[in-house]
């Protein structure tokens, strides 16, 4: 049976292969790769990155993940739809890995992030999350020429032109929920009101999701782009095999664009999804970034500013939960030695004046 976006497979095809519907269910993570007449698969591994077919058990209760549209989507029992292996770590909400090998059809994973990342489960999930689901792998999608699709093949290479000099604004934080989208957003907003029509937005580490990079469009900024854009669906596991050259990769991309500002996010903490190489890829071609630093209390403040010291960066700004009172605002600066706002007030308000002072100076 077919119906539009869903497809289910019968007991002989899963294991083989086979045909599935054009408009089959498709998850974010694959938002970059084209609509497909057909969709063929084979019973092979998967591995990062490559278009699987997965199916939710017809006994599962429904999931929800994002679609390509950023919009939250429903799986249903018994829905065979697209998605993709992948990593991720985090510190606080789920947690996953490929196995070495890849994915094996016929075997059971579970979806670890919104987006559509599939994995083995690494530990027991701290919370209940809408997309936690254990899904069945069926086998990895195929083109024309008989390759296994991946995300790789429809990444984004870098214009002609040289670095356009444009100046850089990068938001860190001590952890994951510390309000460093908040806090990108604020910046965006304070560069608009200084006049600058043409900002660029890079979340250039951690999980994925459309509707994270569609906010800074919302708020402001000509282009988004994030790890999947670039080919890779998160920047985990730390310490991976290529990942200067994927990061040098990103930055000349957006450093290549005319563009006034390039604000770049980093996702979860100052030391995971390989954040610690991505500072150093972006020391090699800006020296003295402005720092937004969004921390969580201030001793976590406190210890992210002599962390970056050590790497030779310095804070601009700290906002995040540090700030959510007088006198934890007035604590963390006199600690840090840092300016400090709330930027979440501050967009309620208004941009704060001193985050185009402090934050999107030139």
Not at 67 to 74: C, K, Y
Not at 236 to 265: H, M, Q, S, T
Request: hydrophobic fraction near 40%; glycine fraction near 12%.
């Amino acid at each position: 049976m077919t119906v539009i976006g869903t497809a289910r497979v019968n007991t002989s095809r899963r294991m083989t292969g086979g045909g599935l519907p054009a408009n089959l269910k498709r998850t974010s993570a694959l938002r970059r790769v084209p609509s497909l007449e057909k969709i063929r698969f084979r019973s092979v591994c998967g591995n990062e990155g490559d278009v699987c077919a997965f199916e939710l058990p017809r006994d599962a209760a429904a999931v929800r993940v994002e679609a390509p549209t950023g919009r939250m989507m429903e799986i249903a029992p018994g829905d065979v739809f697209l998605a993709t292996p992948g990593d991720r770590e985090s510190t606080r909400w789920v947690s996953g890995r490929v196995p070495a090998g890849g994915l094996v059809p016929g075997q059971d994973y579970w979806v670890v992030a919104e987006s559509g990342i599939i994995g083995e489960l690494v530990g027991a999930p701290p919370s209940e999350d809408d997309f936690l689901a254990c899904v069945r792998y069926l086998g990895a999608v195929y083109g024309e020429a008989g390759e296994t699709l991946n995300i790789k093949q429809f990444a984004e290479t870098a214009p002609a032109e040289s670095d356009c000099n444009a100046p850089v604004y990068l938001v860190l934080g001590t952890s994951g929920d510390s309000g460093k989208t908040t806090a990108a957003i604020a910046v965006i907003q304070a560069l608009r009101m200084k006049g600058h029509t043409a900002v660029t937005a890079l979340k250039a580490t951690g999980t994925p999701a459309v509707g994270e990079i569609a906010r800074y469009r919302d708020f402001g900024a000509a282009q988004a782009f994030d790890c999947l854009d670039f080919g890779l669906p998160g920047t985990y596991p730390a310490g991976r095999k290529g990942i200067d050259e994927f990061f040098g990769n990103a930055l000349d991309y957006c450093l290549r664009l005319r563009a006034d500002a390039l604000v770049v996010e980093c996702g979860g903490d100052l030391f995971g999804g390989n954040v610690p190489e991505f500072l150093t890829c972006l020391k090699a071609r800006r020296s003295d970034p402005k720092i937004i630093l969004a921390a969580a209390d201030t001793l976590g403040a406190l210890g992210a500013k002599h962390a970056l010291e050590q790497v030779g960066l310095g804070i601009s700004l700290i906002t995040g939960p540090c700030t959510d009172t007088p006198a934890l605002r007035a604590q963390t600066e006199a600690l840090c030695g840092v300016p400090a706002r709330n930027l979440l007030r501050s967009l309620d308000r208004g941009t704060d004046p001193q985050v185009s002072g402090a934050a999107a100076s030139e």
